[in-house]
């Protein structure tokens, strides 16, 4: 009996142990409680899953950077519309964290043609399923000129959007009941609508469309973001956006750089930033400190929602340790949600070189093998539940 007595001591301390063991993380310390934040969406109304997916917006910047791949499930360099692909799996055996797709062809006179719009409503279903996260862009043709995106012969498009009645007021009105549509269908399989990071607009600091710095008058550009949020929101009844603005910023710049046009704290939810700057890596890290600075100051959550060297190339050769010097490395320790790669071009031939990610093949494979390793990027696996309110985070 005192033996018996004995072991089932020991089985209960170790019990005890376990159970306390259980408490702590990997390096034996209690897990840290972060601290109690009030965040604010633009949309008083959003859905609970929105509200989720902002809270951990914001809290996952305290733990690493999401990585995140445009058209990624959609198509990639070797593929078109394969159910499960992924560039980005094929060659690390996990999915990007964030799904980047552009919306335009779901809005404008695209819409009745597009042979893809199908496969993006399914791919972001998919995307949804396995817990990641949807951001979405818009290259919009332009609604006065028949043009596409990058037609900037007018600048008085605007101007004619913000102009009740006229007729681009009435098209450009068309495409958005036509995102409203599309928006408040996108269901997950428990019925719930799914929340989208959405970026009209981006770029705006560029020349390149319509909506950018030389068609349109800084008063233009704020009415005409504020036009289209209180449209889809008010009018609509679209509650499952959080609003990105994204400025272009390939320099080194400043904090006040991020807020070029800015349409008022209370119209924007999340600091995104497109940046195209090569391999001037010294210009990347200020900016990523910059942006997380605002951030911070603004209580808004961010992120590099476009980036890459086309490519993948250095002074014209193959780049095969980008992956580690020019995002792992710069993003280490910086509050920053995510960062997004532009696209792979669909391109079996390898005609061109169209690829902002690698591929199967590609020679810079190993080097991002050791990004997937690293312990601030993180990709599908490891996210937390991104669409369950985060610990001590309230969202109004």
């Known amino acids: 009996m005192k033996a018996l007595y004995t072991i089932l001591a020991a089985l209960s301390l170790f019990c005890i142990g376990c159970s306390s063991d259980d408490k702590k993380d990997s390096d034996g310390n209690e897990p840290e409680v972060p601290t109690a ?24 910047q305290e733990k690493g950077t999401m990585f995140g791949h445009h058209d990624d499930l959609l198509y990639g360099r070797n593929w078109m519309t394969q159910a499960g692909r992924s560039d980005i799996k094929e060659v690390c055996g996990d999915y990007p964290a964030v799904f980047s797709v552009d919306f335009a062809e779901i809005m404008d006179d695209r819409s009745t043609t597009s042979t893809l719009n199908n496969d993006r409503a399914r791919v972001i279903k998919e995307a949804r399923e396995r817990g990641e996260v949807i951001t979405a862009c818009c290259h919009l043709n332009n609604p006065l000129t028949g043009g596409d995106s990058w037609d900037n012969s007018k600048n008085t498009v605007a101007k004619e959007i913000l102009t009740e009645g006229s007729a681009t007021n009435v098209k450009f009105n068309s495409w958005l009941d036509k995102l409203a549509v599309f928006a408040n269908n996108l269901k997950d399989n428990n019925g719930k609508v799914i929340p989208i990071i959405f970026r009209p607009f981006h770029e705006h ?10 068609a349109t008058t800084q008063e233009e550009f704020i009415n005409l973001w504020k036009y289209t949020v209180d449209y889809l929101k008010n009018k609509k009844q679209v509650h499952s956006f959080i609003y990105a603005i994204s400025p272009q910023l390939d320099s080194q710049g400043t904090v006040d750089s991020f807020l070029f046009r800015w349409p008022g704290d209370n119209y924007v939810d999340f600091i995104g930033w497109d940046s195209y700057h090569g391999t001037n890596t010294t210009a990347f890290s200020t900016n990523l400190r910059n942006l997380a600075t605002l951030s911070q100051q603004k209580l808004k959550p961010c992120g590099v929602t476009e980036t890459g060297v086309e490519g993948i190339v250095k002074n014209g050769a193959p780049y095969d340790t980008y992956w580690t010097n020019e995002i792992s490395v710069p993003l280490t320790g910086k509050k920053v949600s995510m960062v997004v790669m532009w696209r792979n071009k669909y391109d079996p031939l390898h005609e061109g070189t169209h690829f902002y990610a690698p591929f199967e093949g590609h020679s810079s494979v190993a080097n991002f093998k050791l990004l997937y390793a690293s312990p601030n990027m993180i990709f599908s696996k490891k996210l937390p539940d991104m669409y369950t309110m985060a610990a001590n985070t309230t969202v109004k």
Not at 40 to 46: E, I, R
């Open 205 to 214: 600091t560029q020349t390149w469309s319509w909506w950018g710095s030389s």
């Open 37 to 60: 934040i009030e965040l604010k969406l633009s949309d008083p109304n959003a859905t609970a899953e929105t509200k989720a997916l902002y809270s951990n917006l914001w809290r996952i």
